[in-house]
C-alpha cells in the first residue's frame, strides 16, 4: 500500500568495488584480508534498511566486491542508502575510505578500501 503524496519506491543493487591495501599500500591478502571482511559482512547483516548483502574477495590479490539491495524512490536515494550502509560497514571493521566523497580515515583504521568502481542498478 502506497501513502497517498509519497513517491513509488523501487528495488536498486548497490555494488562497491575496489582492492583493500595496507598502511604501505601493499594489498591485503590471504587470510588477512578474509578476517577483515569477515567482520563486514557481520555488520552488514546488523544493518537496517539493506537486504540481501553480499560480498565476494580475490584473497590472492585484496579486490572486493561488496553489494547490497534497498528500496529506494530513485538512483540518488539509493546510492545514499546502500553505499552509506557499505561505508558503515567497512569503517566498523577498521577499513578506511578515504577516497570516497566526504574523507573519512579514522585513527584506528588498520586497512583502506583504495579506488574502485560504485555501480548502482535496477535490483
Not at 595496507?22 to 559482512?41: I, K, N, T, W
Not at 590479490?61 to 546502500?82: I, Q, Y
Not at 577499513?95 to 548502482?120: F, N, Q, R, S
Request: aromatic content about 2%; hydrophobic content about 45%; overall charge negative.
Amino acid at each position: 500500500m502506497e501513502l497517498l503524496g509519497s513517491e513509488p519506491m523501487n528495488r536498486f543493487s548497490i555494488i562497491r568495488e575496489g582492492r583493500i591495501v595496507d598502511a604501505s599500500g601493499e594489498p591485503l591478502v590471504g587470510d588477512d584480508l578474509e578476517g577483515l571482511l569477515d567482520g563486514v559482512q557481520e555488520h552488514l547483516l546488523t544493518l537496517t534498511g539493506i537486504d540481501d548483502p553480499d560480498l565476494g574477495a580475490m584473497l590472492a590479490t585484496g579486490d572486493v566486491r561488496v553489494c547490497v539491495d534497498v528500496e529506494a524512490a530513485d538512483p540518488a536515494e539509493a546510492v545514499r542508502l546502500g553505499d552509506g550502509a557499505i561505508r558503515t560497514a567497512l569503517h566498523a571493521a577498521h577499513i578506511a575510505t578515504p577516497a570516497w566523497e566526504a574523507p573519512a580515515v579514522t585513527d584506528d583504521a588498520v586497512a583502506v578500501l583504495e579506488g574502485g568502481t560504485l555501480t548502482v542498478q535496477p535490483a
